[in-house]
């Protein structure tokens, strides 16, 4: 049972660049998000799905697009990569947003210079 | 200012010594969960609590919801290597359909 897998696990982008980072899970939860996680700052909620079709944004959305056209899938596009975008990324996924325990992926480590 | 605050930041305390960390917000919660997260990994979950006053024990590991449910803390009795890690609150049902961390609290228990 894979659970929550993102790819890849490091990446380095030049500023202005864009990429996606990827994130499936396997065990047909409705609920996903993405968080990034910076020193002293715990983990920030950018975007979250309640089920294929539908996103919103979190508390840090901007310079980030998501989109679910699977239950399994949820990609995080970068548009125009910064140097503020560098931080880890952690995808998860959960049955329901409370009362459930959300499992994690284990993150992507970008760095953009 | 985030939704939760967790207290204090850093923690270093010597094997066997008792630790509470704080998790705090002016926020009403319809829940709370408490997660631990090592280097290089996801966070994993502890425990979740739901009803005002509410107390959950998991070995060493105390949890406990205020009876308003803005508040918790986990207190970790005789602390051992083991427990080192990031602890990490999130609480849902304040914001929407959101579930929000706390900044965490960096635990270091020193043999």
């Known amino acids: 049972n894979a659970g929550v897998t993102q790819t890849p696990k490091f990446q380095v982008l030049k500023t202005g660049q864009s990429m996606t980072l990827q994130c499936a899970q396997d065990?047909?939860?409705?609920?996903m998000s993405w968080y990034r996680q910076d020193p002293g700052m715990g983990l920030r909620l950018i975007h979250y799905?309640?089920?294929?079709?539908?996103?919103d944004q979190g508390e840090v959305p901007n310079g980030y697009n998501v989109s679910r056209s699977t239950t399994e899938d949820f990609p995080l596009r970068l548009l125009s990569a910064a140097p503020s975008q560098t931080s880890v990324y952690f995808c998860?996924?959960?049955?329901?947003?409370?009362?459930?325990?959300?499992?994690f992926g284990q993150g992507t480590r970008l760095t953009v210079v | 200012t985030q939704l939760l605050e967790q207290s204090p930041q850093f923690l270093s305390i010597q094997e066997g010594e008792n630790l509470t960390v704080y998790c705090n917000s002016s926020?009403?919660?319809?829940?709370l969960q408490w997660y631990r997260q090592e280097p290089g990994e996801g966070p994993v979950l502890l425990v979740t609590?739901?009803?005002?006053?509410e107390v959950k024990k998991l070995k060493r590991l105390t949890f406990q919801f205020g009876d308003a449910r803005k508040d918790s803390s986990l207190h970790i009795t005789a602390a051992q290597p083991g427990d080192t890690g990031l602890y990490l609150c999130?609480?849902?049902?304040?914001?929407?359909?959101?579930?929000?961390f706390g900044g965490g609290t960096r635990v270091l228990v020193k043999p």
């Open positions: 998860a996924s959960s049955f329901a947003y409370m009362n459930t325990e959300a499992f």
């Open positions: 999130a609480g849902a049902g304040a914001a929407g359909n959101k579930l929000t």
């Open positions: 799905s309640v089920g294929a079709g539908i996103t």
């Open positions: 065990m047909n939860h409705e609920y």
């Open positions: 926020s009403v919660f319809s829940s």
């Open positions: 609590v739901v009803t005002g006053g």
